[in-house]
């Protein structure tokens, strides 16, 4: 193919919006979501006696542990020139360490989940209105705004989720709820610090949308006006749609940084991903292999987080507004 | 029969007065043109109008409503003054004819099938037929200003208020928009205009106040002021725009 003639890859990347660049990547993904979904499927929505038996991994761990146990044998035999054989060995074997582990790491990715994506949710509907009443309120909204925001981003996350949690009479409240930890509705820790992340994640967005709101020319609520909109209906149809597109960068950031946020929720015990790692790995003292799997779950959120939010953003993007590929 | 009065409208911006009594009248399909150095009021005195600004003191009647009564409900009243914007401010996130639907169907309530029908036919009025499904961003600047046309129109208002309608345009897109607006002139729409644009002026203006530092120090018909203006200030200021190429 000659250089001048377009590639068909180049073909591709138009129409597919997702990152073409590193198909590793994306294989990684699927199977990491294929194994999980499959896995919450086994454990949450089978009945007992069709399930697989949920605190048993997929795959066995033994041909691993032999096949680690016989590449290091060799490689001891082999002395020095036998080190390549021996990393791998010891790859091998932190693979049939971490394949045990692997359900329950499943169940505390779905808490992880959870709470992120409620509390990303629950805070852009609050984010919004503290956002608006910041840039377009009066002074005592803008003060309250204000002062909310600052309260919330200028203390630890940790020690607010620390307040209602034991603070509080929040948890005594949801526990009366009914069904509450019945079933598929989170127990009441899980509650706590998803009002925790809401209340959080509500500053730091409004933060976010507060910036792109003012980067949104006055001229186009003042044309709004101009039309008989009134401020309200000016900043709902022409501000925000335009404020929320710009927003998005900084929201993409705020969900990644949410994801791992999330594991401070193991200190109010909810058992998300960092707490089922942490206590696996009280048990088994393999503090090391189960905190560098921890960190790998985290890190494939992360991964399909931004890929998810460069899909939102190029998707809302109109000439002129948003997306990234424009010359 | 009287459609807009401007009564010794005073406003000041801090220390600075910027109009300092201001009086005019227009009549049903009159067209009026606003002219002046920059900094003397002429936007200003737009603003006040359709109370983008509000005004200090004085008094603005539009078709017999009090503009400052406080019975007046602000939005209603913008219904009834189109505006069209120097830097053209259409929707940026909008298409040509989602900026021209917005007011039918957000101020006045005009179901969605209706609104795309009158938005097109108001595009169609401006020439932008081919361009409705077009973002502002893809369109050039005449074409934006047309489409801003457009969307003040559709509000069917008894008054267009023009505020530099051209200045922002290169010079060859003045042409499309001038067009539009002697087009509207003709057919008999009320427009305060304000622009050096003398060739609209010329043709199409009934009146042209000529303000200076927050004052009207003359007014007449264009070929009054063009050729016999009273006021040096006048000569002095219409002789520079025409060795500018206006």
């Not at chain 1, 989720?161 to 509705?185: D, H, K």
């Amino acid at each position: 193919m000659s250089a001048e003639e377009p590639s068909v890859a180049d073909e591709v990347r138009t129409t597919v919006t997702v990152d073409t660049d590193r198909p590793w990547a994306l294989v990684g993904l699927a199977a990491f979501w294929g194994w999980l979904l499959v896995r919450w499927t086994n454990d949450f929505l089978l009945p007992d006696g069709m399930a697989f038996p949920s605190e048993q991994s997929f795959f066995p761990a033994a041909p691993f542990s032999a096949a680690a146990e016989s590449l290091g044998a060799t490689a001891a035999s082999l002395g020095l020139v036998g080190a390549p054989l021996d990393v791998l060995a010891g790859l091998l074997g932190f693979v049939a360490g971490a394949i045990p582990s692997l359900p329950a790491l499943a169940r505390g990715a779905w808490l992880t989940i959870l709470l992120t994506v409620a509390g990303i949710a629950f805070g852009f509907v609050l984010a919004v209105p503290l956002s608006v009443a910041r840039v377009y309120g009066g002074r005592g909204l803008r003060w309250l705004s204000l002062s909310y925001t600052e309260l919330i981003r200028g203390t630890p996350l940790l020690a607010q989720l620390f307040v209602l949690y034991f603070g509080l009479p929040l948890t005594q409240i949801i526990r009366e709820v009914p069904g509450v930890g019945v079933g598929f509705v989170p127990a009441t820790a899980v509650w706590v610090a998803i009002i925790g992340f809401t209340l959080n994640s509500a500053a730091y967005q409004a933060e976010y949308i507060r910036s792109a709101l003012e980067s949104v020319d006055v001229g186009q609520l003042t044309a709004a006006r101009s039309i008989g909109l009134s401020k309200v209906d000016g900043i709902r149809y022409v501000v925000l749609p335009q404020g929320l597109r710009y927003a998005i960068p900084g929201w993409s950031n705020e969900l990644v940084y949410l994801i791992k946020y999330s594991s401070l929720a193991a200190f109010i015990t909810v058992r998300e991903l960092f707490f089922q790692a942490e206590s696996i790995a009280n048990d088994t003292f393999r503090y090391t292999e189960l905190f560098v799997l921890a960190a790998l779950f985290y890190l494939a959120l992360v991964v399909s987080a931004s890929l998810l939010m460069n899909l939102v953003e190029e998707r809302t993007s109109v000439p002129g507004i948003g997306g990234k590929r424009q010359a | 029969m009287t459609l807009l009065r401007v009564e010794d409208v005073h406003k000041s911006y801090g220390d600075e007065e910027v109009l300092k009594g201001v009086s005019f009248e227009m009549d049903r399909g009159d067209v009026d043109v606003l002219m002046g150095p920059s900094g003397s009021g002429k936007s200003t005195m737009l603003r006040c109008i359709n109370r983008l600004t509000e005004i200090d003191s004085g008094d603005v009647w539009l078709d017999g409503t009090p503009v400052y009564g406080p019975d007046t409900d602000v939005n209603e009243l913008r219904q009834d003054v189109g505006m069209v914007f120097q830097d053209f401010n259409l929707f940026a996130h909008l298409t040509a004819l989602e900026n021209v639907t917005l007011g039918l169907k957000r101020v006045l309530g005009v179901p969605e099938a209706e609104a795309t029908d009158r938005a097109a036919d108001h595009l169609a009025q401006v020439g932008l037929a081919a361009q409705t499904d077009s973002y502002p961003a893809e369109l050039s600047g005449g074409q934006q200003q047309r489409v801003g046309i457009a969307r003040a129109l559709a509000m069917e208002p008894k008054l267009m208020l023009f505020d530099e309608p051209t200045s922002a345009l290169d010079p060859e897109l003045v042409g499309e928009v001038v067009e539009v607006m002697r087009d509207l002139a003709e057919r008999g729409m009320t427009m305060l205009v304000v622009s050096h644009e003398m060739g609209f002026a010329r043709s199409a203006a009934d009146d042209i106040h000529f303000l200076d530092s927050g004052r009207i120090v003359e007014s007449g018909p264009p070929e009054q002021l063009f050729q016999r203006p009273e006021h040096d200030r006048t000569n002095e200021f219409l002789t520079g725009l025409q060795s500018n190429g206006h």
